[in-house]
Every structure is written in structure tokens, then in C-alpha cells.
């Protein structure tokens, strides 16, 4: 879509995925695409250099935290933006998902608002 941002969603919960490309595409200022599992995720975000990645960490195949540290030790994607979304809410995985590298972090299940605020924030959109 001409003047959209392109989001990569990994996520392997179809549910999730299905409910953030609604959030973000029905605003008109994205398109998402998806991937289930970490490895397919990490390929499509070296092939499509996305504006934006959404990333789960528990993922099967390789972890969110392995995608991430992936990303940024390739630099020409190591400056996309890597939000972490994901239903851990433990400290320790949020101190873990900012060290690997993620620049945010958002909760599951996540606020509509909140998710499409962030979103646009790593975008450059707000």
C-alpha cells in the first residue's frame, strides 16, 4: 500500500496476530505481515526491512530474545525498531528483552490504544 508503514508482526498465536494488524491497518497508516515462528520472522525482516517490528518471545524455533539479538548484530537491519509484545510480564524478562535489544515493551493482552501509540511512536508517526 503506497504511503503506508510496513510493520513484521512474529508471532505464532494466530489470534494476536489477527487482532494487531486489524488495530494497525484499519488506522490506514500500516501494513502488517506475519510470521510464526522466529526464524521465518528474522528472514522476512532481512528481506522486507520493515519500518517497525512487533516481536513475541516465546516463539517456537528460535526465542524473541535470539530474533532481536539477530537484528541488531546485522547492520543493515540493526536500526529497525523491535517492540517486544508478549504475555511474560516477569521483570526479568522485560530487563532481558530491553538488554537484548528490543525498544519497548508491551504487554499482553495489550491496549488497543496503547499498542497503535507505541506502534507509531517507533514509526516516527507521532
Known sequence: MPGTKLVVYIEDNPSNFALARK????????????AKDGISG???????????????LDLPGISGIEVVQAIRRSP?????????VTASVMKRERTQAMAAGCDR??????D????????????GLA
Open 42 to 56: 528474522l528472514e522476512m525482516v532481512r528481506e522486507r526491512r520493515p519500518d517497525v517490528v512487533l516481536l513475541d
Open 112 to 123: 488497543i490504544h496503547d499498542l497503535r501509540r507505541q506502534v507509531d511512536e517507533a514509526a
Open 23 to 34: 488495530i494497525l491497518e484499519w488506522s490506514g497508516k500500516y501494513e502488517v505481515l506475519g
Open 76 to 84: 543493515e537491519i540493526a536500526r529497525i525498531p523491535v517492540l517486544a
Open 105 to 110: 515493551f508491551i504487554e499482553k493482552p495489550f
